[in-house]
């Protein structure tokens, strides 16, 4: 392998006749004037006499055709392998022509490709096209993982791709962008995993129901234990929120989430809401005051007090009024009401029906905490959520500095799919400001973001900005390719490679490599619950109703056709389920067409009967 034509500080080409090359794989270049110098393939082209050299334009020039023939190279007979290198760090002068070119060592990449040991990292993956180094790898790093291809397990073979969790501190913020289909979510599972192995407090939003760890895949023989690791909590159901523990700003920015205020609406819940207030009691206020409104003024309020029948209606109308004189004025009747309308919403979706302790407590127990809902719910929820689990993180590091008090709680990860509608770019929702403050300061406080998306041109382009690696899978919409571009160090070379990226490959653009590198995420130790195709999943159903429906027509073989109202009793007796003449004619034509009875015709027309290689086998 030998350099061949002009060369530059930053690329090189290189040709051979020996040996084929693979895009991303590293080289080195023996400069005999600067030493050792690494480079990385880019991209990659075969050649022979059946081909004219000039049909790919630009990767091969004419300087590069006369160093080949200078090198001894027979252009019209031979087969020719030429790569375009990109080196990683700039070199002092431009590439001697005509360098010999070898594979490196493992020590020789050891500090570019493992930043972190087995126990502090994780273990994502491989790092692709690495296999040759890999053969004199250290032992702590081989056999650790295996990824899936072609349906099946394949042993480790490459580099792996261990991530240094502690780097967090210093480039914080991950991104997972892909489309569907793409091995993105199995990817972010993988995380995860890795995640609740290092007992690291986490916060997951799963709009999807698909972040479960108890599954195993059918790939392995036995599970792994992440069942005391994390928790799957529906919002509503086994969380919600304190209403008495609501501020005033907590409160309009669950009220927001659940559809915008307006200015009015805002100054409706300062003027109105008290501090430690139950839902009950700020309902009541609230509906008690619009009672008033609708009656129009203080005579018509004062005639429902003098004409009212019983003590207890007159001493309401008396609180009626009361709160007539004190907030008609300020709080306009419509704003009053789409406060109404918009916290009785929240109180019929069970926010209000429970509290935020056990998610507390999971994090402080070191627990994956995944809290589920529809993609509005979780808008609404988080929003109170993460305020108030940032500020108990931040006033403690606070705290810490000012030398006071405060209760400990611990750093965090929050972890959320579909990122783009909790931090949409175009527009504002409140859980997208307590999204970018966290992007912009949680670093300082241990607070650290894991957001994917299917979208990454709809995410908020500040917060996109702060994700400092960005794990990118087969994406094929241009917008997308193009803010993927434009937000990290993919090459144009790269780029053209994302929409044919194969499932679970991906490009890892790290802020700690200082480069993007080519990888494949390792086999899930979990499944997701929703793995099993849909269309098996119908052929299943169909062959379990066909198999229910035998083993109860099985019991008054035969059947004859002009008797079929005395089988119709006997299988309502034994299943409660009723046919008529003709449902049960269709039932049993289909039976026969599957091959689970026979049928044959009689004088009193068609007899079902078992099939009779049944009875032949039950003889034997």
């Known amino acids: 392998m030998k350099v061949v034509g002009i060369t530059t500080q930053q690329e090189i080409f290189i040709g051979s006749k020996d040996r084929n090359f693979r895009i991303n794989e590293f080289l080195i270049i023996e ?54 290198v990109r080196l990683l760090n700039e070199a002092l002068y431009p590439i001697q022509t005509g360098s010999d070119i070898r594979l490196p060592k493992f020590f020789e990449v050891k500090d570019l490709m493992i930043q972190s040991s087995v126990e502090d990292g994780l273990v994502l993956g491989v790092i692709r096209n690495t296999d040759d ?110 209403f008495e523990d609501l501020s005033a700003g907590d409160l309009k920015n669950l009220l927001d989430a659940s559809s915008q205020l307006t200015d009015s609406m805002n100054n409706v819940v300062d003027i109105i809401f008290k501090r430690k207030d139950s839902y009950t009691s700020f309902y009541n206020r609230l509906r008690m005051l619009t009672e008033a409104q609708e009656e129009g003024n203080i005579e018509k309020i004062e005639n429902r007090i003098f004409y009212a029948d019983r003590e207890d209606e007159k001493k309401a109308w008396e609180e009626r009024k009361e709160l007539f004189l004190s907030f008609d004025k300020t709080c306009p009747y419509n704003s009053v009401r789409g406060i109404l309308w918009r916290l009785k919403r929240l109180e019929n979706e069970g926010i209000f029906s429970q509290d935020i302790k056990e998610i507390e407590t999971g994090l402080l127990d070191g627990k994956l905490m995944v809290l ?29 500095y000012k030398k006071t008090t405060a209760d400990y709680f611990p750093p965090f990860i929050i972890v959320t799919d ?36 299917q979208r990454p041109t709809l995410l908020d382009e500040t917060i996109t900005a702060q994700l400092n690696t960005k794990f990118i899978f087969r994406t ?32 890892i653009s790290s802020a700690t490599l200082g480069r993007t590198v080519y990888g494949r995420i390792r086999a899930a130790l979990t499944a997701s619950p929703h793995t099993l195709n849909p269309f098996d999943e119908l052929k299943e159903r169909m062959q379990e109703k066909d198999e229910g429906l035998f083993d109860a027509i099985k019991e008054v073989l035969p059947i004859i056709e002009d008797n079929l109202l005395d089988t119709i009793r006997e299988l309502e007796k034994d299943t409660g389920i009723t046919y008529t003449i003709n449902d049960l004619k269709e039932k049993l034509n289909q039976m026969v067409q599957k091959g689970y009875i026979d049928k044959e015709e009689t004088i009193f027309g068609y007899r079902y009967k078992e099939k009779q290689y049944n009875k032949d086998t039950s003889k034997g």
């Open 418 to 453: 579909e990122a783009h509608n909790f931090a949409p770019k175009a527009y504002q929702t409140p859980s997208k400001s307590i999204l970018k403050e966290i992007s912009q300061e949680g670093r300082k406080y241990g607070v650290f973001l894991i957001l994917a998306t």
């Open 372 to 400: 589920q809902g529809n993609t509005r719910i979780l808008q609404v929820f988080s929003t109170y959520l993460l305020n108030n689990l940032y500020h108990k993180r931040r006033d403690y590091k606070d705290a810490l």
């Open 133 to 242: 180094m890999a053969k004199d790898m250290d032992e702590e790093f081989k056999d650790i993982l295996y990824t899936f291809e072609e349906d099946k397990l394949v042993e480790q073979e490459e580099i792996p791709y261990i991530m240094d969790l502690k780097s967090q501190h210093h480039y914080p913020h991950i991104g997972v962008f892909g489309g569907s289909g793409s091995g993105k979510s199995f990817g972010l599972r993988v995380v995860l995993e890795e995640l609740m192995t290092q007992n690291i407090p986490t916060i997951v939003l799963d709009p999807h129901f698909e972040m479960d760890f108890s599954d195993t895949p059918g790939y392995l023989d036995e599970a792994v234990g992440f069942e005391e690791k994390f928790k799957c909590l529906q919002v509503g159901v086994h969380i919600g929120v304190k």
């Open 476 to 507: 094929v919409r241009a917008s997308d390719i193009k803010t993927i571009q434009e937000e990290t160090d993919l090459t144009v070379e790269e780029t053209r490679r994302l929409p044919y990226l194969r499932t679970g490959d991906v490009f």
């Open 31 to 84: 400069d005999p004037y600067q030493g050792d110098i690494m480079g990385e393939v880019v991209e990659a082209k075969t050649f022979n006499r059946y081909i004219p050299l000039n049909i790919y334009g630009d990767m091969v020039d004419s300087s590069v055709l006369e160093s080949l023939k200078a090198l001894g190279y027979n252009i019209d007979e031979d087969t020719i392998y030429i790569s375009k």
